[in-house]
């Protein structure tokens, strides 16, 4: 297994995979603070394509063959296990054959044949909980990936939407998703999202992560999902919400220090 519940699982990376500057900025970023912190388990992150954009005008990303491209320098030149999105059935072979972990987006949560088809990879599948869910409709969405016999299975709480531009976190999400028999994972960085409260793309609230990602892990939570980029101001997406490079180790070693008190 993947996941060891000796080491806090950390799920980190851009938002979109961009280009290799990005990517190696990142990954070299996240190694030198792996090695501080032993107790920290990596899994490198980056989306191919931004699906669910806003606005037709928003930036996709680096599509499928650049983006496996990138992910498989990051596996081979750093030696982080990686992860990725995928959003159509036709994806899941050849994300399978580069990724360590297929993620499902919360969007597409209760998409039955997707959920299989990752199931049926071999891989890792961390599916995100549906902003339409409540933290219990999840026992059915890892039901589904169990009796499509997933290799091993990952739930995400990315926050809950009631409309207006908004997301809200309910801390109660972990211990209820716990009794599912699988890890819980806070997804920090897009539960501060403001979805489309930007003019045609999503704003959000960095400055919230650091208290989500503390009290997600007082309540049980057993790993953080966090995007990071060098130069959030100028990123393709998600800016307003991901952790500026340069502020992703001290943040994960208050983390690590509530994650260790709370065991």
Not at 57 to 84: H, I, N, Q, W, Y
Not at 197 to 211: D, L, Y
Not at 216 to 228: I, Q
Request: hydrophobic share 45%; glycine share 10%.
């Amino acid at each position: 297994m993947l996941f060891d519940p000796k080491r806090l699982l950390i799920i980190a990376g851009p938002c979109s995979l961009e280009n290799e500057g990005v990517c190696r900025t990142v990954a070299e970023t996240l190694t030198k603070i792996a090695k501080k912190h032993k107790e920290l388990n990596f899994v490198f992150k980056g989306s191919f394509d931004k699906a669910n954009r806003t606005s037709a005008r928003g930036a996709r990303g680096t599509g499928l063959e650049s983006g496996l491209a990138l992910l498989a320098m990051v596996k081979r030149d750093f030696g982080f296990p990686v992860l990725t999105d995928i959003h159509e059935r036709e994806q899941v072979k050849p994300v399978a054959k580069v990724c360590d972990v297929l993620q499902i987006p919360a969007f597409l949560s209760r998409q039955t044949d997707l959920l299989l088809a990752a199931a049926a990879s071999g891989r890792i599948v961390n599916v995100k909980k549906g902003q339409f869910l409540s933290p219990l409709e999840m026992a059915f969405v890892t039901g589904k990936l169990r009796e499509g016999k997933a290799k091993e299975i990952w739930q995400t709480e990315r926050g809950t939407t009631f409309g207006y531009n908004n997301l809200v976190v309910d801390m109660r999400s972990f211990p209820i998703m716990r009794e599912n028999g699988y890890p819980t994972i806070l997804d920090a960085t897009h539960s501060v999202q403001l979805p489309g409260a930007a003019g045609g793309k999503s704003g959000g609230q960095r400055e919230f992560v650091p208290p989500l990602a503390k009290a997600a892990l007082a309540a049980g939570a057993d790993g953080l999902f966090l995007e990071t980029h060098p130069d959030p101001a100028n990123a393709i997406s998600d800016g307003p919400n991901m952790i500026p490079l340069d502020e992703l180790g001290a943040l994960l070693a208050s983390c690590l220090a509530v994650w260790k008190a709370v065991r």
